[in-house]
């Protein structure tokens, strides 16, 4: 039996009218009977009572409604499995994304075509006011050995017992990946929307990026830099 049929035959059964069900399945009564008289043929017995008016479904016919509302709920168990498998495979770049240690990220990185698209997915988040109240900054290979001292410099500062082996690490922050950049917080002052909001809208910001980053094939991760608390560099390769 066609499929539609099988939605014929369960609406007559739930309406017990003819008219009532051709409505229900947004067909004429003709087309209706035409499909009854097709099921009865095909199963060679009569599934509903003779007569002009509808007087019920034949106990072969109400053999075939059981048969029928089984397989019409497993038709529909079948599609709600099919769309949730959809519904992940269009969001899988989102539900994979994991960070990537910058002990493993390699060469080449990103191409200043990469690091646009991933700025424009950025632009992209959600941002009350539009403030965009962040910043990105793209370190070339050669600003790397001078952001490097800068590093060092700021570890002195902070922790002035700082290890020759402490001293490294944070050198390492500005030269161990291929790309480099910090995403840095800038937040509006005196506007009507609160800063909260817009460390909301920039943590929003870098999602996207780093989304993008894999979207784009190039594993990322996000460390807060050691030169201050509002420099989240982020590195991929
Ligand atoms: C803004 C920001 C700063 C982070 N800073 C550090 C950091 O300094 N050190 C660190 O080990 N992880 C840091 N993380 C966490 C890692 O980048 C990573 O997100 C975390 O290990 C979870 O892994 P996942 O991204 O695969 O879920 C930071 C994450 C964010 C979003």
């Known amino acids: 039996m066609k499929q539609d049929h099988i939605s014929y035959l369960l609406a007559l059964h739930r309406e017990q009218d003819w008219a009532a069900a051709a409505i229900a399945c947004q067909i004429s009564q003709a087309q209706l009977k035409k499909a009854v008289a097709e099921a009865e043929r095909e199963y060679g017995c009569s599934l509903v009572k003779t007569g002009t008016v509808f007087r019920g479904f034949t106990t072969e016919g109400e053999k075939v409604v059981v048969w029928a509302q089984g397989l019409s709920e497993a038709i529909s168990t079948l599609k709600h499995v099919f769309a949730v498998s959809n519904s992940r495979k269009a969001i899988a770049p989102l539900l994979d994304r994991r960070s990537v240690s910058p ?130 560099v982020l590195n991929w390769g």
């Not at 490294?168 to 922050?173: L, S, W």
């Not at 161990?176 to 800063?195: C, D, G, N, Q």
């Open 103 to 232: 002990k493993r990220l390699e060469a080449p990185g990103a191409d200043s075509q990469e690091i646009d698209l991933m700025i424009e997915a950025a632009l992209s988040a959600p941002d009350h006011g539009g403030l965009h109240p962040w910043r990105v900054l793209v370190f070339p290979a050669d600003s790397r050995a001078r952001l490097a001292d800068l590093f060092e410099q700021e570890k002195l500062r902070r922790d002035p017992l700082a290890s020759t082996e402490d001293l490294r690490r944070a050198r390492e922050h500005a030269t161990r990946s291929p790309t480099l950049l910090a995403f840095i917080m800038s937040p509006k002052l005196r506007m009507r929307v609160p800063e909260r909001e817009q460390w909301l809208a920039a943590g929003s910001a870098l999602g996207n990026l780093l989304n993008a980053a894999h979207q784009l094939g190039l594993p990322s991760c996000s460390a807060e830099s050691a030169a201050s608390t509002f420099y989240f």
